[in-house]
């Protein structure tokens, strides 16, 4: 989960985004987010794929596209 949250973190820092704006992009609850970026909580497959779509971005380690992507 370590590297998931650093990604998390990197994609919010680079684009200048507070919580409360990735929550309104991704659907994922603030608090959620914080947990997972402080590293309380575990994310689920439903949740990163959620931050993904929402940042767009690749958050799982090796992946290459984004998960809901790949189902495609």
């Known amino acids: 989960?370590?590297?998931?949250?650093?990604g998390l973190?990197?994609?919010i820092d680079e684009r200048g985004w507070s919580?409360?704006?990735v929550s309104a992009l991704t659907g994922v609850n603030r608090?959620?987010?914080?947990n997972l970026l402080a590293g309380r909580s575990w994310a689920g497959v439903v949740t990163i794929s959620l931050?993904?779509?929402?940042?767009?971005a690749v958050l799982w380690p090796a992946a290459t596209t984004r998960?809901?992507?790949?189902?495609l």
């Open 67 to 71: 998960a809901s992507a790949a189902a």
């Open 19 to 21: 919580l409360w704006e």
């Open 1 to 6: 989960m370590l590297f998931i949250a650093r």
């Open 31 to 34: 608090q959620v987010i914080a």
């Open 9 to 11: 973190r990197w994609h």
């Open 51 to 56: 931050l993904e779509d929402g940042l767009d």
